[in-house]
């Protein structure tokens, strides 16, 4: 078992930038792979960034390549995304979620590979 709990969200103009943070209690962070998802107004909640175990491997969404890095620190049981070059349509509830599943050095990119979800934290993009 292992609790979420999302940081950083805020409103930004377009072209800057946020750090979100995700915190996870318990003493096994580092045998969890991890994700970030969104879901903006209206829409399904969609994939952004996965991370491995030990953060050697990651993988992104088509529309966050290059703008954005997802990154984790098994010290601090805490998992970040870096997002720069924000555009309005990068506005949404942003989730951490937790994957018990996919063996080392390799991530979870499904929604139901991931049974430990945060609460979110709202990420507004104004133009």
């Known amino acids: 078992q292992v609790q979420l709990v999302e940081s950083g969200g805020g409103l930004v103009q377009a072209g800057g930038s946020l750090r979100l943070s995700c915190a996870a209690s318990?003493?096994?962070?580092?045998?969890?792979?991890m994700g970030w998802f969104r879901q903006a107004p209206g829409k399904e909640r969609e994939f952004v960034a996965a991370?491995?175990?030990?953060?050697?491997?990651?993988y992104y969404a088509d529309s966050v390549k290059g703008r954005f890095t997802i990154s984790r620190d098994n010290t601090k049981n805490t998992v970040y995304l870096q997002m720069n070059s924000l555009k309005p349509e990068d506005t949404a509830v942003y989730y951490c979620?937790?994957?018990?599943?996919?063996?080392?050095?390799?991530?979870?990119?499904?929604?139901?590979?991931?049974?430990?979800w945060g609460q979110g934290t709202q990420v507004t993009v104004s133009s």
């Open positions: 979620a937790a994957s018990g599943t996919p063996g080392r050095g390799t991530v979870a990119i499904r929604q139901y590979e991931y049974p430990y």
């Open positions: 318990g003493r096994t962070f580092s045998s969890y792979a």
């Open positions: 991370i491995s175990r030990s953060g050697g491997i990651t």
